[in-house]
């Protein structure tokens, strides 16, 4: 038996997204790369490199554009722009108006991320988001760049500030997996919630016409029965608190991968006998739906955007399994009631997985010795979703 095919309104976005650090290489005034080049580094591999979209983003975004697809989410490097506090390169502010120029080119909507993880290493040295000048600095970074985003509609201020708050603004990394999920910590989550509301300000001013959101990183907690009081305490302080921030938003982010269970000493391991994919999470397709619904409640009813959600597999079948799973689910809330604007795949290419580029997300490879580009089957299936407005499964 064939599954069924379901359709979804014609004006849904459908894309792919990534993030600056992960794809361009060579991104050395960050704090990412200090730390991948530490005598003392905790990650498997630096950087380097990474998929040389720096240079390459033109073929990437006619990949994307010729499979079918509208929308590619990129950021805005950070450290790239202003290198040295207060030394902004302008060759660094042309060479992403020069992406958005291509995205338009080509038919694309870009949807720009102003910070996503890496932040420069001078800003990282005296504390990252934990500096009392942190909102200051962050301010006057992102009313540089809004001179280049004066067409852009899409912009995403934040990527995961609760990811950020868990781990100490970035200065220590984002090599995680849910089940050791540390506290976050206060300061570093009020400072991100004044950031995000700070440039939704500043660009909202500046832009009118702009919609602007953060976007969430959503663990699709479930309690062990009889833990739901202890379910909610871990989750707000990692969730719900960023979520609830963002309510009102033209809309809210939903990055969704995985599920936690939290039991009396908080997340419980995932059995033995589940599948899991090369991060070393659960394979969990239902986390989508379950994501999307908590969302839509805790941020009282914003829009949502699927900005991400992937799986990372060598197996690109099992990409398109768990990829179909998730927008049957999405069908479903949305038949529901619940606004979803479009889905955003995680990712376009295989990229640097912070720390290691062995787990492989992308819907387009690449060649390790030219980096030349490899766009798998999972590419063309969402760009045909994307023509057509209909999703169903190619051998199912
Ligand atoms: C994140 C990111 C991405 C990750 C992705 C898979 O939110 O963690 O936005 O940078 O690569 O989530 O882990």
Known sequence: MTSPAFGFPKNFIWGAATAPHQVEGNNIASDWWAREHSPRTDVS????????????YGEDIKLLAES?????????????????????SKAQLLHYRRMIDTCRERGVEPMVTLYHFSMPLWFAAKGGWSRPDALEKFERYVRYVLQILDDVTWICTINEPNMVALTQGGTQGTDFIA???????????KALVSAHHMARGVIKEQLPESKVGWTIACQAFHAVPGCE???EEYQYPREDYFTKEGAGDDFIGVQAYLRTFIGKNGPVPISDAAER?????????????????????VAGHTPIFITENGLATNDDRRRIDY?????????????????????????????????????????????????????????GWLGDISRTHMVAHPYR
């Open 68 to 88: 079918g697809l509208t929308m590619y989410r990129f950021g805005i490097e950070w450290a790239r722009i202003e290198p040295a506090e207060g030394c902004f």
């Open 277 to 297: 994919t090369l991060t070393g999470w659960e394979y969990f397709p239902p986390a989508l739906g379950i994501a999307i619904r908590h969302t839509w409640e």
């Open 179 to 189: 089940a050791s999920l540390p506290a976050p910590d206060p300061v570093i989550s």
């Open 45 to 56: 591999e630096p950087s380097g490199d990474a998929c040389d979209s720096y240079n390459r």
């Open 323 to 379: 990829t179909f799973d998730a927008l049957a689910d999405v069908h479903e809330a949305m038949d529901d009631g619940i606004a979803v604007l479009g889905y955003l795949h995680w990712s376009l290419l295989d990229n640097y997985e912070w720390g290691s580029f062995r787990p492989t997300f992308g819907l387009v490879g690449w060649d390790k010795k030219t980096f030349e580009r490899q766009p798998k089957p999972s590419l």
């Open 229 to 231: 009081k202890e379910m």
